[in-house]
């Protein structure tokens, strides 16, 4: 077996949960290497949507930013930002939206927005951008980030973007149709909302990830499903594609543009 | 009709002590120049408005310029936080910064109420989040027809907007392609608007009859300053300078670089100094 790092794991195990038929929403840094990993590999027709308005875009190299020249350059069409939330996110176009985040508790809640009390936060983190109206109208919701203590937490100071929020029902109470998050890809396993409890719950331990690494790492006391499959082991395609673009991207945010646009 | 002038007039005539100002532009043409300008005439008590402030608004925050901002996501995409901004937010240096939160929907929204002269605006949003708690200007409408219940945001009406757009004709029509982002709907909204572009041409010859155009009797000035979204970009002039956005991260971190780097590169630089950033480029392409 090839050696990998866990962050290769994550974006690939990530990839693998998107197909052709997905339009998706993609957020910016892991939500958006693994998409264009999915998009590299086994899904070459998805369509790819960022919120600057880039409609089934294939960038050549990652973007640092949700609008970078690159999306444009190589998307079917852009159109404006209030024609974007409104016709395609709010109109229900959007299959999957895939979002990163700061902190994540066991009902998929996400936040970005403050550590510490609002009016006097301890640290401002940068806001939720696109991600409340993301988490409502898209069809379902990817999550992609590591497990970390701070990271997956047992209550959040603050709820930036609601996913299962407190559990249940909840979201039908709020009258939201669509499914919230569905799974959420870390670096250590994959988590899926519990059917009736919404709790995140280990269904995939990645490949020489044992439970006690999973418990230590996670906020809460982290419940495992009755069957956990272990994920299985990125393939080299799998590999040599995401190194490759990690490798494109690392060389064009170096220089004063995208390879493209300077050449 | 919108007069064309230069940069240091327009911002004269145009950006006063106190207004509510948006400089827009989504990653894509940011008005930097403009920005660099406002700072150079000393405006203060500035209200900002802008969906994604980055680091134009982390230097303005910084300088003391603002007294508020409005905005949905403000930090240095891909790269982190905006340290100018932490600052003000967590220790209120150089002054404290009143923040009104949105979310990206809510904005794109309320500029688009804007600009079609309606009080607010409405969308099925913020369902489940906090926001709603800690912004009392997040409320809530009932469809008339439906009875379902929306949230509400008020239409933003700056004083004056500030954008960059890649080309003007010698009547001030302006041009802009690529990603647009929210900048037309953002100076349709605005009392004023001062438009930054990278040339001034004969003929518009706007590439299709859909093209984004803004008439000049739309636009109050327009300013003749080549390179003036760098470090972002002007699609199809030079690509965004992702370095100088990871660079940035360190400039900012501490007050004293950030005062020294706004010295050198703002108070004692003019707009024509953006030239270079596109003419680096266009060299580089020839």
């Avoid at chain 2, 827009?24 to 900002?48: C, M, N, S, W």
């Amino acid at each position: 077996m090839t050696d990998f790092t866990a962050n290769e794991m994550m974006t690939i195990a990530a990839a693998r949960e998107l197909s052709n038929d997905d339009v998706c929403f993609v957020g910016i840094g892991a939500p958006s290497a693994a998409c264009n990993v999915a998009r590299l590999t086994h899904a070459p027709d998805i369509t790819l949507i960022y919120e600057s308005g880039t409609v089934g875009t294939k960038p050549d190299v990652l973007p640092l930013s949700i609008g970078d020249g690159e999306l444009c350059d190589t998307a079917l069409f852009t159109v404006s930002v209030p024609e974007m939330f409104r016709y395609w996110l709010q109109g229900g176009r959007i299959t999957t939206g895939f979002l990163g985040g700061a902190q994540i508790d066991k009902f998929a809640n996400l936040n970005t927005t403050v550590v510490g009390p609002y009016e006097h936060p301890k640290v401002r983190l940068p806001g939720g951008g696109g991600a409340p109206e993301i988490a409502s109208n898209c069809g379902r919701i990817f999550i992609t980030m590591a497990l970390t203590k701070r990271g997956f937490v047992e209550k959040l100071p603050f709820v930036t973007s609601m996913g299962h929020g407190e559990g249940g029902n909840h979201r039908e109470r709020l009258g939201l149709k669509t499914n919230g998050p569905t799974r959420v890809i870390t670096d250590l396993c994959v988590l899926e909302p519990d059917p009736e409890t919404k709790e995140l719950t280990v269904v995939s331990t990645h490949p020489g990830v044992s439970r006690e690494q999973i418990i230590e790492n996670c906020g809460w006391p982290i419940k495992f499903a009755e069957i956990v499959i272990e994920t299985p082991a990125p393939t080299e395609t799998e590999l040599s594609v995401l190194r490759d673009i990690n490798a494109r991207t690392r060389k064009a945010h170096a220089s004063t543009g995208t390879a493209k646009e300077a050449a | 009709m919108a007069r064309i002038v230069s940069l240091a007039q327009a911002v004269a005539e145009n950006v006063r002590d106190g207004d509510t100002v948006a400089m827009e532009g989504f990653t894509h043409l940011i008005p930097y120049a403009a920005g660099h300008e406002v700072i150079r005439q000393g405006r203060k008590d500035l209200f900002l408005v802008r969906m994604t402030p980055d680091i134009l608004y982390d230097q303005l925050i910084g300088v003391g310029a603002a007294r508020g901002m409005k905005f949905s996501w403000g930090g240095n995409p891909g790269v982190g936080s905006l340290h100018r901004f932490r600052d003000a937010v967590e220790n209120q240096w150089p002054r404290p910064l009143e923040i009104e939160e949105h979310s990206h929907a809510a904005m794109a929204n309320a500029y688009e109420a804007g600009a079609a002269n309606l009080p607010f605006a409405t969308l099925r949003g913020y369902i489940g989040a906090d926001l709603p708690k800690v912004n009392a200007n997040i409320r809530s409408v009932t469809c008339p027809f439906t009875g379902e219940v929306l949230a509400a945001v008020p239409a933003i009406r700056p004083d004056v907007t500030i954008i960059h757009a890649q080309r003007a004709d010698r009547k001030g029509n302006v041009l802009i392609e690529g990603i647009v982002g929210v900048q037309k709907e953002a100076v349709l909204a605005a009392k004023r608007s001062i438009v930054t572009v990278e040339e001034i041409v004969d003929e518009l010859a706007p590439p299709s009859p859909n093209s984004v155009v803004l008439p000049s009797w739309a636009v109050t000035a327009v300013a003749h300053v080549p390179g003036g979204a760098f470090p972002s970009y002007a699609h199809g002039h030079y690509p965004r300078n992702n370095a100088f956005y990871i660079r940035w991260d360190e400039i900012s971190r501490d007050r004293e670089t950030f005062a020294a780097w706004i010295r050198e590169n703002v108070l004692d630089a003019t707009p024509e100094d953006f030239a270079r950033h596109a003419a680096i480029i266009a060299a580089k392409v020839a």
